[in-house]
């Protein structure tokens, strides 16, 4: 079930910056956690980054540590994912999601809700 809406993909050059956005739609995401995925053409979905249900831990997978950014703002059902110095690399449909069943943050299973996705592209 859609129950979240990305916004702010589009199409970037190599070292450029754009900042994501997802909302909760008809519900509340407050005290779950959050994550971003995306997903390649050819790939398996990978989490890319993600936010406890407090805003106390984050996690980044390598490839974008030091590069993206995920925030939460629960009294406006918003989480963010700012991506900086983008890579030809990043070039996916960014998906953000929620958990209910709370786990670390590290795990990437569980995810029970999600939005349609909202494409990235980056050119070389």
């Known amino acids: 079930q859609v129950q979240l809406e990305e916004s702010g993909g589009g199409l970037v050059q190599d070292g450029g910056s754009l900042e994501l956005s997802c909302t909760a739609v008809?519900?509340?995401?407050?005290?779950?956690?959050l994550g971003w995925f995306r997903q390649a053409p050819g790939k398996e979905r990978e989490l890319i980054a993600a936010?406890?249900?407090?805003?106390?831990?984050?996690y980044y997978t390598d490839s974008v540590k030091g590069r993206f950014t995920i925030r939460r703002d629960d009294g406006k059902n918003m989480v963010y994912l700012q991506m900086n110095s983008l890579k030809p690399g990043d070039t996916a449909v960014y998906y953000c999601?929620?958990?209910?069943?709370?786990?670390?943050?590290?795990?990437?299973?569980?995810?029970?809700?999600w939005g349609q996705g909202t494409q990235v592209t980056v050119s070389s």
């Open positions: 999601a929620g958990r209910t069943i709370l786990r670390p943050i590290t795990i990437s299973l569980g995810y029970d809700y």
């Open positions: 008809g519900r509340t995401f407050s005290g779950n956690d």
């Open positions: 936010i406890s249900w407090s805003g106390s831990s984050t």
